[in-house]
Every structure is written in C-alpha cells, then in structure tokens.
C-alpha cells in the first residue's frame, strides 16, 4: 500500500468513534472467536476499520463516524465458523447476523446497515455497496483477510 500519512488528530478522531464501540462488553467477546488462522475476530474487524479509515482520508466527503462504525461492526458475530459444519454457507449468512446483533446492541443509521450488510460484495448479490464507505470497508475486508490468510502479521496502522 502506499504510505498515506495520518495526523495525531485523525488518529484521536478515529479513537473518539470507535472506543464506545471497542470498550463494550459485547465487542470484547470477538476476543474468542477466530477469523482467519490465529487473527481473532476483535483484531481483524480493528484492522479493517483503521485501513478503512486510512484509504478514506485521501477521498472527499466521507462520513467517517459511519465508516469507522460501520467497518468495526462488518463481522459482529459470535462463533467460528471453521467449526461449522460442511455446507452452512458461512460467507453468504453472516453479513446478515452481524447486522442483527450490531442493531441488538447499537444504534446504526442506513449507512452503517449497509457496510455490513454487502461487505462480502459480489458474493452478497443483493446487497450491492450503495456508498463510497461501503465500498472502502469491502476492499479493506479482502486485503486485510488475505494477509491474515498468509499469515502476515497482523496490520496495526496506527
Ligand atoms: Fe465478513
Ligand atoms: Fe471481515
């Protein structure tokens, strides 16, 4: 990636956004479930919302409360899905049970209901990015999964 640069004041504007959201009790139960190989769900939803947030600072006229929100919130579910069993369509259900406990616990306006709902985008054919924020937080989704996939360390941007 190219190296965008970040001010100490966005990145206390990022932390304002999302530390009620990180700092809740129900966001710091991802701490036990797994996303990819030894990322937890907790790391990698952070990771995604900080390079959403990063990539956004070079576009105009973003909402970043929603981005951030929105991006932290993307795989709000509680279980590993590698412990699935064969054929339970994983990839395609959870954007919608993320949604579903992300409203239980927030409050989320259309925006944010969107990131989630088609952040597996084209897989999730019915819930198209209606935004430039959802559309930062599905690319965002794929590289950050890729790298916890090969196992890179995980992101820490800022
Ligand atoms: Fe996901
Ligand atoms: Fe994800």
Not at 20 to 36: C, D, G, V, W
Not at 77 to 100: L, M, R, S, V
């Amino acid at each position: 990636m190219k190296d965008i640069s970040i001010t100490d004041e966005q990145i206390n504007q990022f932390w304002e956004i999302a530390r009620p959201i990180i700092e809740s009790e129900n966001f710091q139960k991802l701490k036990n479930f797994y996303a990819h190989k030894k990322t937890t769900i907790y790391e990698h939803c952070i990771s995604v919302a900080k390079l959403s947030f990063l990539k956004s600072l070079t576009k105009k006229n973003i909402d970043y409360v929603s981005l951030i929100r929105g991006a932290l919130l993307h795989d709000y579910y509680f279980y590993d899905w590698h412990k699935n069993k064969p054929f339970t369509f994983h990839g395609y259900k959870h954007p919608k049970i993320a949604e579903q406990n992300a409203c239980r616990d927030f409050e989320l306006n259309e925006k944010e209901k969107n990131i989630i709902r088609s952040h597996m985008f084209p897989l999730t054919l019915f819930h198209f990015p209606k935004c430039s924020e959802a559309w930062i937080v599905t690319i965002c989704d794929k590289k950050i999964a890729k790298m916890e996939i090969r196992g890179e360390k995980n992101a820490i941007y800022f």
